[in-house]
């Protein structure tokens, strides 16, 4: 029975994690340009410590950290 509680623990922190890292994702795309070609074709792909982004621009190429919250573009 305890070997089914660690199991189903196991599964429910990995499904929080993932439902954090999607709200997460969500709130930085879209809102996201390059730096370097001023593209807005770019995506931000993974997380650093809740407060940075790893972002990459699909027309360029050119790859950055963004810190979040993320300002728009003037």
């Not at 996201?32 to 931000?44: A, I, L, M």
Request: some cysteine.
């Amino acid at each position: 029975m305890e070997g089914w509680l660690i199991i189903l623990s196991v599964i429910v922190v990995f499904a929080l994690l993932g439902i954090i890292m999607a709200f997460c994702q969500a709130a930085a795309e879209g809102n996201v340009y390059c730096p370097q070609c001023k593209s807005e074709e770019c995506e931000s792909y993974f997380i650093k410590q809740g407060t940075r982004i790893e972002c990459f621009c699909r027309d360029c190429g050119h790859r950055w950290i963004q810190n979040l919250p993320i300002k728009k573009k003037e």
